[in-house]
């Protein structure tokens, strides 16, 4: 089996070739097409095929991780959506929450109400409802206030329609026939129901999610069919699958109905990429930091498990939608991040960033801003002719050149400090934000490694460490390539889910027969559609979740169903689950309580085949001499002293399982450079993983890391 990944940055399409058969790997990284990104994904994988030796007809799989749908809510150029709701609650994408972004700023826009999914004029009103609390129809659906809707609605050249009914997660009977008629005076417009969308209560969540959808389909859905077609003109037989933001693959047509479900396509597959190398590599904790060319994402994984965001908490740009996430804060620090003197005076780094046109000023493609990318060509610490594996040649005088006339000059700096100084800045960025979403949580960073992902990630992640208090840095095979990594790593996932409001106080037989009912329904509707999709039987791992709450609280908890069939004894081990969960939560509980069931969820897993990454030759050796390259001089800053130390060049290819490298020193690959100063050294493992620390451990930092060394047989 031939498998490739591709991941869309803002600055480099990554790409992975697996060959199964011959246990083969290869790596290729090309500038992205932003103004079209297939044209990138389909130029990288002609260029990787022809690499590994193999026709395009042979891939049987392409995996593939966009930012398409991302990059519609931040630049809000989205679809223009209509909108049918119960009347009288047309506004309540409007008035939202009643909740401020800022509680006491008179001065403050809301996105929901200054950026609307769906503009007031498009929210149409009609006549009918259903009753809570069992849906039952209170007033029958108006179908001819439906058919003038979309007569109107077809006259503003709207380009999708959402259908978001009071009460539709409970029935949702009035949304699909309004939907079966929306279709029959104007099939060809994209429709969708929230109860196709987010079949759970909290009715503006709801109708958020829904109108996201909306908003993104059309050019999301534009663009998988210009892919798919692309990938056939080219030759490809294999089928492509696109991550989701939950961290598990999903079909084109999964991905073309919710496409709400790709906001986070493109982080997805970084951590996913991480949690893999810590479970290959034996190390539990991690810091994911994957720095590219125009961001940086971080995440942290415990126990190897990547975090999910509860659906309830998940917002894109101030917009709640109902999807799981995984956890991963995307900050403005690549590569191409743009240093500057604000109009204060002060010294800063990013967000904005100089993309891969025109790029830092060593591009040479008419960028003269200074980058992060010119503060390592001025420190020495990325050689022009080694970048991109020699395919893209840096020019390092317009590096000197953008850094002098615009920091050191300004700041009375030579060209060394201003350098240095864009670098203590962008990581003191990062450290921020892992310290913002590790201490506030109670997890000590300390306790963590951080992987380096990214093209970037390397030349950063020790000095990360260091201001962190880390004391490992983990190094993957292919770090500049980590987020398309994790496209081979990720199974098919979906999330199935149903409202079904109980009282569990009372754990009758007619109670367990009614969950059991519904629950059946959700497990059912995730074997079809992973059948649908290819999985066979036994591949198939299905996930069943109650989540509930106690009576009167506003959110609820997530806690396992028993397996086999729904009884009052397992309804009884729901509610005390729910206890356990609830005191592990919040650090209390309360066992006399009411417990009520609000939904039912169904994670469906469809497994795919492992991610292997074969053995290196046993190597054992120190500073190995045929793996340098050749030698230059590095800028370094040492306890507050810089100084230049003459340092190695060794290219990664070449270091074998337990070798020992000692810093200062430069690893490098085509898709990454790996930075080690003076007082670190690395140790290579059996999977070619780079292992770095101290020579000398100091503080408190509770990561244990010496049995890596000594396996390289080295004692510290």
Same mark, same amino acid.
């Given at each position: ?22 246990? +083969?790997? /290869? ?10 990104? *297939? ?140 939907? !079966? ?12 129901? &929230? ?11 709801? #109708? ?36 989701? &933001?939950? =961290? ?31 479970? $290959? ?6 810091? &994911? ?47 191409? *991040? ?8 002060? /010294? ?48 390092? +005088? ?18 060394? +400090? ?11 960025? $990062? ?73 569990? *106080? ?48 506003? #959110? ?32 209390? &509980? ?46 370094? !800053? ?14 990664? +290819? ?7 490298? !000692? ?21 290579? *493992? ?12 100091? =503080? ?17």
């Amino acid at each position: 089996m031939i498998r490739i990944g591709v991941d869309v940055g803002g600055t480099f399409t990554d790409l992975i070739l697996v060959n199964d058969a011959t246990d +083969e790997l /290869f790596v290729y990284k090309t500038p992205s097409t932003l103004h079209d990104q *297939s044209k990138g994904v389909i130029e990288g994988i002609q260029e990787i095929c022809k690499l590994a030796n193999i026709a395009v007809s042979d891939v049987d799989y392409v995996l593939h991780g966009t930012t398409v749908a991302t990059n519609i809510t931040i630049e809000n150029n989205g679809a223009k959506v209509g909108m049918l709701t119960t009347r009288n609650y047309r506004d309540i994408l409007h008035i939202a929450r009643h909740k401020k972004l800022e509680n006491f700023s008179i001065q403050q826009q809301l996105p929901w109400q200054t950026n609307p999914l769906v503009k007031r004029r498009h929210r149409i009103p009609i006549t009918e409802k259903l009753a809570a609390p069992n849906g039952n129809i209170k007033t029958p659906l108006n179908e001819q206030e439906v058919i003038d809707a979309v007569q109107q609605l077809k006259a503003d050249n709207v380009e999708s329609i959402i259908i978001c009914f009071l009460f539709a997660f409970l029935n949702n009977v009035h949304e699909k026939r309004a939907k !079966e008629i929306v279709l029959e005076h104007w099939p060809e417009v994209q429709c969708f129901t &929230s109860s196709e969308i987010a079949s759970q209560m909290r009715e503006y969540e709801r #109708f958020s999610t829904t109108a996201m959808n909306a908003y993104v389909a059309p050019k999301v859905n534009l663009y998988l069919q210009n892919l798919v077609c692309s990938l056939e003109q080219i030759g490809v037989k294999g089928e492509l699958q696109i991550m989701q &933001s939950s =961290g598990g693959m999903a079909t084109t047509t999964m991905a073309s109905e919710r496409p709400v479900t790709l906001l986070k396509s493109g982080p997805a597959g970084g951590v996913l990429a991480a949690a893999w190398c810590g479970k $290959m590599e034996k190390v539990p904790n991690l810091i &994911s930091v994957d720095i590219g060319g125009t961001s940086a994402d971080i995440s942290l994984i415990p126990e190897n498990q990547p975090k999910i965001i509860n659906p309830r908490d998940c917002e894109v740009n101030s917009y709640p939608v109902l999807v799981p996430m995984i956890d991963v804060e995307t900050i403005g620090a690549g590569g191409g *991040s743009v240093a500057y003197i604000d109009e204060g005076g002060a /010294f800063r780094v990013g967000p904005r960033s100089a993309g891969a046109t025109p790029g830092p000023a060593c591009y040479g493609l008419g960028g003269d801003e200074p980058c992060v990318t010119d503060a390592n060509v001025v420190l020495g610490r990325l050689d022009p002719e080694q970048f991109l594996g020699g395919d893209k040649t840096l020019h390092d +005088e317009l590096s000197v050149k953008a850094i002098e006339e615009k920091l050191g000059k300004p700041l009375q700096m030579t060209k060394e +400090e201003a350098a240095l100084g864009i670098l203590k800045i962008i990581n003191n960025n $990062m450290a921020l934000s892992i310290r913002a979403n590790s201490v506030r949580k109670g997890i000590d960073p300390r306790e963590y490694a951080v992987l380096a992902a990214g093209g970037a990630g390397p030349l950063h992640s020790v000095s990360l460490a260091e201001t962190i208090g880390s004391n490992l840095v983990v190094v993957p095979n292919f770090p500049g390539i980590t987020a398309a990594t994790g496209l081979l790593a990720g199974d098919i996932k979906y999330d199935f889910i149903q409202s079904h409001v109980k009282k569990l *106080s009372v754990t009758d037989a007619s109670l367990a027969e009614s969950i059991d009912q519904t629950l059946q329904k959700v497990v059912n509707g995730a074997i079809t559609q992973l059948t649908a999709d290819g999985i066979t039987t036994d591949n198939i791992v299905l996930e069943r979740i109650a989540e509930c709450r106690y009576a009167g609280q506003g #959110f609820e908890l997530r806690v396992a169903i028993p397996d086999g069939s729904v009884t009052p004894e397992s309804i009884q081990e729901i509610a005390n689950a729910f206890h356990e969960a609830h005191h592990i939560e919040y650090g209390h &509980s309360f066992p006399t309580n009411e417990v009520e069931l609000i939904t039912l969820r169904v994670i469906a897993t469809g497994k795919t085949p492992e991610l292997v990454m074969p053995s290196l030759e046993k190597g054992g050796r120190t500073n190995p001499e045929d793996a340098i390259l050749y030698e230059r001089s590095t800028t370094f !800053e040492v306890n507050g002293i810089v100084d230049t130390y003459p340092t190695p060049r060794y290219a990664r +290819e070449k270091l074998l399982a337990y070798d020992i490298v !000692e810093g200062p020193a430069i690893i490098v690959q085509r898709d990454s450079t790996t930075l080690i100063p003076p007082h670190w050294h690395v140790a290579i *493992s059996e999977k070619g993983t780079l292992f770095a620390k101290p020579k000398i451990t100091t =503080g408190g930092a509770a990561v244990d890391v010496q049995h890596y060394f000594e396996k390289a047989g080295v004692s510290v």
